[in-house]
């Protein structure tokens, strides 16, 4: 069975839709603990499916995770649950060191107590933001040396080391993927892209951090989640592959294509007060994946982008239950009785 950590997050849901399609017959165990960012509701097309249990948890309680190892029978684990907002780790790093490091560790532990020797795999997913900031030129690579900014980055960071060490010191079958910023359905509209859809499409201000010329590297929810696939499938024990779509763009280029879109005036765009500590640049090398695995981005950007916006458009009644937090009726509605 494939224990899927943060399954009704943004790409930890993405990936369980992936998988159905792929893997029609693998046995899934979504655990996610519903935090602000768990939406049960990014699954609701998959309701009925035999084959995928949910079960709501602590990935940080130790007592819990155990139980779990003992009493389901667990032989592969993609690890997505985390906290993963950095303006969030900027107002209340602790929850960060919480889950996204002690959760990681307490994981690994009950994996490693009930795996024999040559049984079992991990796919830690973190994030290019380890590397920490680019200059205007570069690339991230699997050994460009860690140096995260912000509490969120170096929990991940610290994460990351931590499934290293495991490897190194005990034989865990770990392997570590890092990607760079994802978009795509499903993101929670604190991100900048579905922030950036929704408020411009209610005529409000969009708020644009510092300069608005930060760069990220932007890849399509769906490239992420088959780099992870292969990783898992055929990643070697030990190393780190990052996932990154060769796609820079600013901030405000992002901003301005959303407007063109939908027809918005660029007038609603307000410079604000940078992020502390906002990291300029990410940009990733891929190549160690795309030739040792075969992965490659496929999803145009443009293409992408275009049909991101059109799902947010199509879908305002999801947007408009996770704004008032009507979705967290579900889980009460569909478990409330078990
Ligand atoms: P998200 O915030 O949308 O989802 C996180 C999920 O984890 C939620 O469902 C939440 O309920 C769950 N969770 C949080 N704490 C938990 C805990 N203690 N126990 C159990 N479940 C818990 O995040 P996302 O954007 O889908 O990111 C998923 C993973 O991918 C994270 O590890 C993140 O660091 C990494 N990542 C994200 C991006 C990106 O662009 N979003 C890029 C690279 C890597
Ligand atoms: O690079 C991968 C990372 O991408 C993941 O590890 C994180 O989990 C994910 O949240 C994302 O981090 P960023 O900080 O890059 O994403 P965010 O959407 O918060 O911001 C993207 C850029 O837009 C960043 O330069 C900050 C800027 N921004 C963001 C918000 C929310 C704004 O200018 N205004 C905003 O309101």
Same mark, same amino acid.
């Given at each position: 069975?494939? /224990? ?13 839709? /992936?998988?159905?399609?792929? =893997? ?43 139980? /779990? ?25 602790? *929850?960060? *060191?919480?889950? +996204?490091? &002690?959760?990681? &560790?307490? /994981?690994? #532990? ?18 290019? #933001? ?5 200059? %205007? ?26 499934? &290293? ?10 392997? +570590? ?9 499903? &993101? ?7 922030? *950036? *859809?929704? =408020? ?35 990643? #070697? ?10 796609? #820079?763009?600013? +901030?405000?280029?992002?901003?301005? $294509?959303? $407007? ?15 992020? %502390? ?62």
């Amino acid at each position: 069975m494939l /224990l899927v950590t943060g399954g009704c997050g943004f790409i930890g849901s993405n990936f369980i839709h /992936l998988l159905r399609r792929e =893997r029609p017959d693998l046995e899934i165990l979504n655990l996610d603990l519903l935090t602000y960012a768990g939406n049960l509701e990014n699954l609701a097309a998959l309701e009925g499916d035999e084959k995928l249990q949910f079960v709501k948890g602590d990935i940080a309680d130790s007592r819990f995770v155990e139980n /779990l190892f003992e009493t389901k029978d667990i032989d592969q684990i993609v690890h997505f649950a985390a906290e993963s907002h950095v303006d969030r780790s900027i107002l209340g790093p602790g *929850i960060f *060191i919480r889950s +996204n490091i &002690q959760g990681t &560790q307490v /994981l690994l #532990e009950a994996a490693r107590k009930n795996w024999s020797e040559g049984e079992g795999r991990f796919v830690m997913v973190s994030t290019d #933001e380890v590397y920490g900031s680019l200059g %205007p030129t570069g690339l991230f690579r699997e050994d460009t040396p860690l140096d995260p900014s912000s509490p969120y980055s170096a929990s991940k960071a610290s994460a990351d080391l931590i499934c &290293q060490s495991y490897f190194r010191t005990f034989g865990f079958p770990v392997v +570590n993927t890092r990607c760079s910023n994802n978009y795509g359905p499903y &993101q929670f509209p604190e991100k900048l892209i579905p922030l *950036i *859809i929704l =408020r411009a499409g209610r005529d409000e201000s969009l708020p644009v951090y510092g300069d608005g010329l930060n760069i990220r590297d932007w890849i399509h929810v769906e490239d992420h989640c088959r780099g992870i696939l292969a990783v898992l499938d055929g990643g #070697e024990l030990g190393k780190v592959y990052n996932i990154g779509s060769d796609n #820079e763009r600013t +901030n405000i280029e992002i901003i301005r $294509l959303i $407007l063109d879109n939908l027809g918005k005036s660029e007038d609603l765009i307000e410079f604000v007060k940078d992020r %502390p500590g906002h990291d300029r640049r990410y940009a990733m090398d891929s190549t160690f994946i795309e030739q040792s695995l075969g992965w490659r981005p496929e999803v145009d950007f443009s293409e992408g982008i275009a049909a991101t916006i059109k799902w947010y458009r199509d879908n305002p009644e999801w947007l408009e239950r996770v704004i008032s937090g009507a979705y967290k009726e579900y889980y009460s509605r569909q478990y409330g009785s078990k």
